[in-house]
């Protein structure tokens, strides 16, 4: 598994190392803030010939708990065959996801929590390098915790335009919607300004009522259709699906959740076609 940088210092084949080092700089600036930094910044790398999607697109969106229990390695090894993206939310860097997975994929991680024992965030995996890259951070109100978001930008074959792809943990412990609207928002510039097709994935948190009308007015407002599963084995909570993946510019081919014993979520794997 090949990663994005861990230190500004140029590599072969990494890319966007200019906004990586920015946002090492501007950790402080405000979701809004860090957001129009990343509107500006995604678009201007040119990739070579051959580092592009093209054909249909094979999608996972997983919360893996940490890799805290039995069978998370043997399960996202098989999930994971043949994918071309996977966004992991609660992905724990000790873990060794690399040992999981026998393909060659890029590694895009955003940090949230951590405590003594382990980092964890969401993690992008994808088999073709991204054009730009970029994080944002919200925070639980109640535990004072981080909540990652990851930004990604992929170029398309034969295509001008982009991929965007936005893997996101929601704030969850919250009395109120405030935290929770204000994550979304700071994604606000971000999909006001990309003109291709775009990928939202990940456990939205979304156990009540009110937090999915939150989502569902985001969404609705920037285009962004929900890929909905039958049967509907996604996790639920108060009987409300917490994990979700949204899409604008794409067809959905097929879908399902797939039931596991390895996490407190069951993982989603998705077919998509470009329009």
């Known amino acids: 598994m090949r990663s994005l940088p861990t ?19 501007a950790s402080s600036a405000s979701p809004i803030q860090a957001s129009q930094h990343c509107s500006d910044a995604l678009g201007q790398v040119r990739i070579a010939q051959g580092e592009e999607f093209s054909g249909d697109l094979e999608i996972l969106s ?11 390695a043997q399960d996202l090894a098989v999930l994971a065959d043949e994918v071309n993206l996977a966004f992991i939310q ?3 860097v000790q873990a060794g996801l690399s040992n999981a997975i026998n393909n060659s994929l890029y590694q895009t991680f955003a940090a949230g929590y951590a405590d003594s024992s382990q980092q964890t965030g969401v993690m992008t995996l994808s088999t073709t390098s991204p054009s ?39 704030v969850n412990f919250a009395l109120g919607l405030q935290d929770l609207r204000q994550q979304f928002r700071a994604l606000a510039e971000l999909l006001e300004q990309h003109q291709g097709p775009v990928i939202l994935a990940g456990d ?37 699906a917490l994990d979700h ?9 097929s879908a399902q959740a797939i039931p596991v014993t390895s996490s407190d979520h069951n993982p989603l794997r998705v077919r998509l076609a470009l329009n």
């Open 62 to 72: 997983w919360n893996i708990q940490k890799a805290s229990n039995d069978g998370w």
């Open 204 to 240: 939205l948190n979304t156990w009540s009522g009110q937090r999915q009308t939150v989502v569902d007015d985001f969404t609705n407002t920037f285009g962004l259709g929900a890929i909905a599963f039958s049967p509907d084995l996604r996790t639920k909570v108060f009987g409300r």
């Open 132 to 170: 730009g890259q970029c994080s944002l951070t919200s925070w639980e109100p109640w535990l004072g915790t981080p909540k990652a978001t990851s930004v990604t930008e992929f170029p398309l074959a034969g295509r001008e335009d982009r991929l965007l792809t936005i893997n996101l943990h929601a």
């Open 245 to 253: 993946i949204y899409i604008r510019g794409l067809q959905a081919q």
């Open 7 to 25: 230190a500004c210092t140029p590599r072969p084949q990494i890319l966007s190392l200019a906004l990586f080092c920015w946002l090492i700089l």
């Open 90 to 92: 609660e992905a724990s």
